[in-house]
């Protein structure tokens, strides 16, 4: 799907952008700067890998565990979760139907202090 700068981006077009043609399970939907925004839908198990920016990560539907650096916490629809650039984390235990807005933003490396 080719993004356009628009100020919106409605969730039924983020839903049909993904899986992509190549069976990616996440979509790239408006670039600003540093700002990135993706749509994103594990299937069975997440295996990303840490990212080298900060990340934030808006629950759309679903429910499950969110790890992240030897913690692990519950989450829901609603929720938003956050992993520092270079940290190790992942989507456990989660529903069928988990869908999260990924909003990556800042520096290579992150911005920790």
Known sequence: MEFSPSRIIK???????????????????????????????PKGIDLQQPHT???LYIVVAGRGWFFVEGERMQFGPGDA????A????????????????????GPEGGERA
């Open 81 to 84: 979760l956050f992993a520092a």
């Open 53 to 55: 920016r900060d990340e």
């Open 11 to 41: 969730l039924a077009d983020a839903q049909m952008a993904i899986p992509t043609r190549d069976g990616k399970l996440y979509a790239e939907l408006f670039s600003h700067g540093t700002l990135n925004v993706e749509i994103y839908a």
């Open 86 to 105: 270079g940290e190790v984390h992942r989507f456990e235990d989660f529903t069928e139907d988990l869908l999260v807005w990924v909003v990556f933003y």
